[in-house]
Nanobody, 130 residues
Framework: QLQLVESGGGLVQPGGSLRLSCAAS????????IGWFRQVPGKEREGVSC????????YYKDPLKGRSTISRDNAKNTVYLQMNSLKPEDTAVYYC???????????????????????WGKGTLVTVSS
């Protein structure tokens, strides 16, 4: 059974850092692009960052662009999202998702912008508050 499990969320003070992890099981993560998305209650889910299956193509969207780094360790079937200089407005449930790099959504930019992914995790809550 294909599964994505996020971890690493929690309470952090403004200006702090967190590293989220997305562990894949039931499939080999290196055949899928992986994306991080977030959602605040009452708002639409938005893309944060996406990384290609090889790790050579990366896309960042505005909310955390310049304050986050996505990476993957295919040997561990895990993708990471390092977030720095966190702000209260970064408070959200963060989800990871996987997608095959096939048309029409074949680039990480398209995945992050459209949110069209094949598999989703259940999310991890990040709260930025003093």
């Amino acid at each position: 059974q294909l599964q994505l499990v996020e971890s690493g969320g929690g309470l952090v003070q403004p200006g702090g850092s967190l590293r989220l992890s997305c562990a894949a099981s039931g499939f080999s993560a290196d055949v899928y692009a992986i994306g991080w998305f977030r959602q605040v209650p009452g708002k639409e889910r938005e893309g944060v960052s996406c990384i290609s299956k090889s790790g050579t193509s990366i896309y960042y969207k505005d909310p955390l662009k310049g304050r986050s780094t996505i990476s993957r360790d295919n040997a561990k079937n895990t993708v990471y999202l390092q977030m720095n200089s966190l702000k209260p407005e970064d408070t959200a449930v963060y989800y990871c998702a996987a997608a095959l790099e096939t048309p029409p959504i074949s680039t990480v930019a398209a995945m992050c912008v459209t949110g069209v992914m094949d598999y989703w995790g259940k999310g991890t809550l990040v709260t930025v508050s003093s």
